[in-house]
């Protein structure tokens, strides 16, 4: 059992101030039932608490999708450029993003507070499927497919783990999705670089089983939703 306000704040729904407001303005709900006060106690685990209408899980963790857009770090501070956790601007202060992505490539980033999901994400020998949206400077023919697929030289000396090139158009300047299994810094850069041809844009889709949301406009932040948490997890 929980006070409301701290079921609200618990949940990264608010902060205690806000939370008061909410109950007052009459904006939050237990079991359909408006909330009159903030220091009820409500079954975090049993009772459906909304706001505005909208569900809010239980959760002692937070998880956010990002649309990141060319331009911001992916560090959670940085002296010079603005940082994914800049926009986010939470008050959560253990959030981090779940790996990185380079200054000038965009699209889907996790952030969460649960450093055991990240560990299962991103730890050497647990890394997860990351798939990419590529334009190059270069005619990618099915040969790039085969490179890729059997590994290609990076870093002077590094074979790449398998990966998948699906080609979406070859011309001078070629589409392709890329399905790597690593995460070496500017890995997809470097295996284009191999193959003599030079990433122009570079966007994540997806990482493991979640996909970047496409009415997330670019720049644009929303929590996961249970299914998309409960499918990361497992
Ligand atoms: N590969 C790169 O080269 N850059 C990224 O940001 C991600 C993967």
Same mark, same amino acid.
């Given at each position: 059992?929980?006070?409301?306000?701290?079921?609200?704040?618990?949940?990264?729904?608010?902060?205690?101030?806000?939370?008061?407001?909410?109950?007052?303005?009459?904006?939050?709900?237990?079991?359909?039932?408006?909330?009159?006060?903030?220091?009820?106690?409500?079954?975090?685990?049993?009772?459906?608490?909304?706001?505005?209408?909208?569900?809010?899980?239980?959760?002692?963790?937070?998880?956010?999708?990002?649309?990141?857009?060319? &331009? =911001?770090?992916?560090?959670?501070?940085?002296? $010079?450029?603005?940082?994914?956790?800049? #926009? %986010? /601007? !939470?008050?959560?202060?253990?959030?981090?993003?779940?790996?990185?992505?380079?200054?000038?490539?965009?699209?889907?980033?996790?952030?969460?507070?649960?450093?055991?999901?990240?560990?299962?994400?991103?730890?050497?020998?647990?890394?997860?499927?990351?798939?990419?949206?590529?334009?190059?400077?270069?005619?990618?023919?099915?040969?790039?497919?085969?490179?890729?697929?059997? &590994? =290609?030289?990076?870093?002077?000396?590094?074979? $790449?783990?398998?990966?998948?090139?699906? #080609? %979406? /158009? !070859?011309?001078?300047?070629?589409?392709?999705?890329?399905?790597?299994?690593?995460?070496?810094?500017?890995?997809?850069?470097?295996?284009?670089?191999?193959?003599?041809?030079?990433?122009?844009?570079?966007?994540?889709?997806?990482?493991?089983?979640?996909?970047?949301?496409?009415?997330?406009?670019?720049?644009?932040?929303?929590?996961?939703?249970?299914?998309?948490?409960?499918?990361?997890?497992?």
């Amino acid at each position: 059992m929980m006070r409301l306000d701290k079921f609200l704040v618990a949940t990264h729904t608010a902060t205690r101030s806000e939370a008061k407001k909410m109950i007052k303005r009459g904006r939050v709900f237990i079991n359909d039932k408006k909330a009159t006060s903030s220091d009820i106690k409500i079954d975090e685990n049993q009772d459906i608490v909304t706001l505005d209408g909208n569900i809010i899980n239980y959760s002692r963790y937070e998880y956010i999708m990002f649309n990141k857009p060319a &331009g =911001v770090v992916s560090a959670t501070k940085d002296n $010079t450029c603005k940082t994914v956790m800049d #926009i %986010i /601007n !939470s008050p959560n202060r253990n959030l981090f993003p779940v790996g990185r992505l380079d200054k000038d490539t965009e699209g889907l980033m996790l952030i969460t507070d649960d450093g055991a999901l990240a560990h299962n994400l991103l730890a050497p020998g647990k890394h997860v499927d990351k798939t990419y949206f590529v334009r190059v400077e270069g005619v990618v023919t099915f040969a790039t497919a085969d490179a890729f697929a059997k &590994g =290609v030289i990076i870093d002077e000396d590094y074979l $790449t783990k398998p990966a998948r090139l699906e #080609i %979406i /158009n !070859s011309d001078d300047i070629s589409e392709v999705r890329v399905t790597i299994h690593e995460g070496r810094f500017h890995q997809i850069k470097k295996m284009f670089l191999s193959q003599n041809m030079k990433v122009i844009y570079l966007k994540r889709l997806s990482m493991k089983n979640l996909i970047l949301d496409e009415n997330l406009e670019i720049g644009c932040f929303r929590k996961l939703t249970q299914s998309e948490i409960d499918n990361l997890k497992c």
